[in-house]
């Protein structure tokens, strides 16, 4: 799977957008991009997740850029709820779709 | 209720004592997965399943071993931990083992080895 590097921490204002950045220039075109996001030491909770086409779905958005090198998560309206480690990475689809690699993650800060 | 649930949530152990986590989904899931996190670091694969009797190791599959008999079960076996294995541990299913779908993530155990 291609590695994804993603800036160690970021604060957002309640109530603006948060843009979360993910870079993976390595990427192959049958690898997905996903979204997941870990609140304090919960279970992973799964965002969003996207192939080729900019998504979204009742949390967030995923913007995806035309080369596929990098991405962006957008949660639109942040709340203090959205305070999390947020992990994005890309896994293959096919027979090969075993092994799935989450790095280090972005720790979003959303302050009142 | 959908979910993935992991026993138990907590474990205080010793060395040595063999000792199993069990994981069960109700989703018909065809793929399953275990992940260790520890302070600091993101999720490691320890091991996966693509269906009932396939099992593949992860980034970290040294001193674990899984089974899948059942597409329900995906029990995780410390067969002599040590404190090293001291984690956090997740487990994870998918409806497709093709890599299209998400994970689904259980609660976690925490598992300390003294």
């Known amino acids: 799977d291609a590695k994804t590097t993603q800036p160690p921490s970021m604060d957002c204002a309640e109530g603006r957008a948060a843009n979360l950045p993910c870079n993976h220039s390595?990427?192959?075109?049958?690898?997905?991009v996903y979204w997941y996001r870990q609140i304090h030491s919960q279970g992973p909770q799964y965002i969003i997740h996207g192939l080729k086409n900019n998504e979204t779905n009742e949390m967030a958005s995923l913007i995806i850029t035309e080369d596929r090198k990098s991405s962006t998560l957008i949660l639109p309206h942040a709340t203090l709820r959205d305070t999390a480690v947020y992990y994005c990475i890309v896994r293959v689809a096919g027979t090969n779709a075993g092994k799935s690699t989450f790095g280090d993650g972005t720790t979003l800060t959303v302050k009142p | 209720e959908a979910q993935v649930t992991q026993n138990p949530r907590y474990l205080i152990t010793v060395t040595g004592k063999k000792l199993t986590v069990t994981c069960s989904q109700n989703m018909n899931h065809e793929y399953m997965s275990w992940y260790r996190q520890d302070p600091g670091l993101g999720l490691r694969q320890i091991y996966y399943s693509m269906n009932v009797e396939v099992t593949d190791k992860g980034d970290v599959p040294e001193g674990y071993k899984v089974s899948r008999k059942e597409k329900r079960n995906f029990p995780l076996i410390l067969e002599s931990p040590s404190p090293n294995q001291t984690s956090l541990y997740f487990c994870?299913?998918?409806?497709?083992?093709?890599?299209?779908?998400?994970?689904?993530f259980g609660d976690g155990t925490r598992l300390s080895i003294l």
């Open positions: 390595t990427i192959s075109g049958n690898e997905y």
């Open positions: 994870a299913s998918s409806l497709s083992r093709f890599g299209e779908q998400p994970q689904h």
